[in-house]
C-alpha cells in the first residue's frame, strides 16, 4: 500500500508498505529498523519476532520518547512483559500492532508533534 504525505517536511514519515519491507520518505526499507521523526537506527539487532530480547527495547528508553509503537510483523503478536519491562520502567508507554498498523499509527501520532518511534520486525 502507498500511503501520501500531506505536505512536504523534514521528518521521517512512512510512504508505503508491503510484505517484508517499509518505504520511509519513499526509501525502501527491508529489514528491522526503528524509525524516529528525526532519524533512523537501520541497525536494529532484533532481527525478528522470536529474536526479540529486552535489552532491543532497553536501548530505545533513553531517547526522550513518549512511546514506542512495536510492530511485530504482518501479524499481531504479544512480546511477554519481560521484553517490554526496560521501555515501562523508564515511563515510556508501549503500544503493540502488526508493521502495516504501526506505520498509520505512527504518521499520526508524527503529525500531532508527539515523541514517538515505530520499531519495526521485518524478518
Not at 512536504?8 to 529489514?31: C, M, W
Not at 503500544?95 to 519495526?120: G, H
Request: hydrophobic share 50%; charged share 25%.
Amino acid at each position: 500500500m502507498k500511503l501520501h504525505r500531506e505536505a512536504a517536511t523534514a521528518l521521517n514519515v512512512f510512504t508505503g508498505y508491503g510484505r517484508g519491507y517499509v518505504k520511509v520518505n519513499d526509501r525502501r526499507i527491508e529489514k528491522s529498523v526503528v524509525v524516529l521523526p528525526e532519524r533512523i537506527i537501520a541497525d536494529w539487532p532484533a532481527t525478528s519476532f522470536e529474536a526479540l530480547a529486552p535489552e532491543h527495547l532497553a536501548a530505545l528508553a533513553g531517547l526522550g520518547l513518549e512511546i514506542v509503537l512495536l510492530g511485530t510483523g504482518p501479524q499481531l503478536r504479544f512480546p511477554s512483559a519481560e521484553i517490554t519491562r526496560p521501555l515501562v520502567r523508564s515511563g515510556v508507554g508501549v503500544e503493540v500492532m502488526d508493521v502495516e498498523a504501526a506505520c498509520r499509527t505512527y504518521n499520526i501520532l508524527v503529525a500531532e508533534e508527539r515523541k514517538v518511534a515505530a520499531a519495526l520486525l521485518l524478518g
